[in-house]
């Protein structure tokens, strides 16, 4: 199976997206393991010296997309997946979690009877579909993906679907209510261009609801050294902390309203899975067969007794962590697009 990884795939040295500097130290390195079809290469987490940003350096270059994203990504095609119970607690769970942080964030649009909800990688269109089930308002909902599969499922579904990468989609300015982007922007090669895109299609007064990893949690502390799963090698391009993500929004001119963390039960998996298959993984031994089983890294939204136990204990042990630190590895931060009559940054 390691045979299919490929090896010294195309890479980029990058500079700070933050500051511009190129100083940096090494915070840690390490390697895929959540996938046997990638690359088996060593990459590299720095912190700029400058401003404190942490990112991969050197990263995977866009030509390798297809390499470090398989076919077979846990994120494709989601509501499709012929395994998918909706009835089972996995689905209702996640469905709750989904439209409660919308809700919250769709009361904060102001009185509309109607709002324009757009979903950036909105794959699918699962969470749009959840986003139809929003009682307060009536939800217009819109998405923007560059896979042109998941473009037609999401179109077919009912929504309407820019397809491209959402920085040079075609999409109307100054158009939404709220602009959605979950766990995107620390896949993106550009996140200053990424927000300032964002700002540029919400309409005076609209938010903008990130969720992004939290590299200043306890367990990205604890797991420092490689193993943390919000590590997602060699996926994730950019960690931000609670300040750096604070600062990027405010310098591209919005007014941050709300910062707050969830649970992360998806990183405490990868974290586990990592931490036991290093014991023997490059010789495939039973460690690493077994951290294949007990944590499956694709396939742990899948409906099973064993996931559901996973998930649950991850998800309380976030509870218990967040009630004692005040924060975890999943941060949501709302931001709002000023009225014109209302002072810039
Ligand atoms: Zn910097």
């Not at 090494?26 to 060593?42: F, Q």
């Not at 309409?203 to 050294?225: H, M, Q, R, V």
């Not at 067969?289 to 998800?315: G, H």
Request: hydrophobic content about 35%; overall charge neutral; some cysteine.
């Amino acid at each position: 199976m390691l045979s299919a990884m490929k090896t010294a795939i195309k890479k980029v040295e990058v500079c700070c997206n933050n500051c511009g500097s190129k100083n940096s130290t090494l915070v840690t390195e390490g390697t895929e393991h959540e996938y046997k079809n990638t690359t088996s290469d060593v990459f590299r987490v720095v912190k700029c010296t400058d401003c404190g940003l942490v990112y991969l350096n050197p990263r995977p270059d866009v030509s390798e997309l297809s390499t470090i994203y398989p076919s077979d990504y846990y994120a494709y095609h989601l509501a499709q997946k012929a395994t998918e119970n909706t009835d089972s607690l996995l689905y209702k769970a996640r469905r709750h979690v989904y439209l409660s942080r919308l809700e919250k964030a769709v009361s904060m649009c102001g009185p509309n009877s109607t709002i324009k909800v757009l979903d950036i990688g909105c794959a699918d269109g699962r969470a749009l579909n959840w986003y139809k089930q929003v009682r307060s308002v009536k939800v217009q909902t819109y998405g923007v993906d560059f896979d042109e599969k998941a473009v037609e499922l999401a179109r077919q579904a009912g929504h309407t679907v820019y397809a491209g990468r959402f920085e040079e989609a075609d999409i109307p300015a100054a158009y939404f209510d709220l602009v959605v982007a979950t766990h995107v922007i620390e896949h993106v090669a550009d996140p200053k261009l990424f927000a300032q895109r964002a700002f540029e299609v919400l309409k005076p007064g609209g938010i903008f609801l990130i969720e992004t990893p939290n590299i200043e949690s306890a367990d990205a502390k604890l797991f420092k050294n490689r193993h943390w799963g919000g590590y997602h090698f060699p996926r994730h391009w950019i960690f931000y902390s609670p300040t750096t993500l604070k600062k990027l929004i405010e310098e591209r001119g919005y007014i941050v309203e709300q910062t707050q963390f969830h649970p992360a039960p998806a990183f405490w998996n990868w974290t586990m899975h990592s931490l036991i298959g290093s014991v023997d993984r490059e010789r495939g031994g039973a460690f690493s067969r077994f951290s294949d089983w007990i944590f499956p890294p694709a396939e742990f939204q899948k409906n099973s007794l064993k996931n559901l136990i996973f998930v649950s204990a991850f998800t309380l042990l976030d509870v218990v962590l967040k009630a004692i630190t005040g924060t975890t590895s999943n941060m949501s931060l709302a931001a709002r697009k000023p009225n014109s009559s209302e002072p810039q940054n």
